[in-house]
């Protein structure tokens, strides 16, 4: 019983990650310009090629973009478990 009262606690702070991490897009897109649709986009194209060599915390990802007078940076917060084992290419 103590278990499924922790899952059902834990669930309720993944929705509460996910609601931030949306806001935070939102105001990303407010100060740049840049389209949510094309963050979200740009996140799951990035986390999707960084899990083939990392194990990777996909729930926990976090990008925005900072701006600054004439400048603009990309900022991840990718949460890495570990390594893949990848096997080099034979010829």
């Given at each position: 019983?103590f278990?499924?009262?922790?899952?059902?606690?834990n669930?309720?702070?993944?929705?509460?990650?996910?609601?931030?991490s949306?806001l935070?897009?939102?105001?990303?897109?407010?100060?740049t310009?840049?389209?949510?649709?094309?963050?979200e986009?740009l996140?799951a194209?990035?986390?999707?090629v960084?899990?083939?060599?990392?194990?990777l915390?996909?729930?926990q990802v976090?990008m925005e973009?900072?701006?600054?007078?004439?400048?603009?940076?990309?900022?991840?917060?990718?949460?890495?478990l570990g390594?893949?084992?990848?096997?080099?290419?034979?010829?």
């Open positions: 019983m278990k499924r009262l922790m899952q059902l606690l669930r309720k702070q993944k929705s509460k990650s996910v609601a931030k949306r935070q897009l939102i105001l990303v897109q407010d100060r310009g840049i389209d949510e649709d094309i963050m986009s996140q194209e990035l986390t999707e960084l899990s083939k060599y990392f194990i915390e996909r729930e976090e973009i900072e701006r600054e007078q004439d400048s603009m940076a990309l900022v991840a917060n990718i949460p890495v390594t893949k084992v990848r096997h080099p290419v034979q010829a």
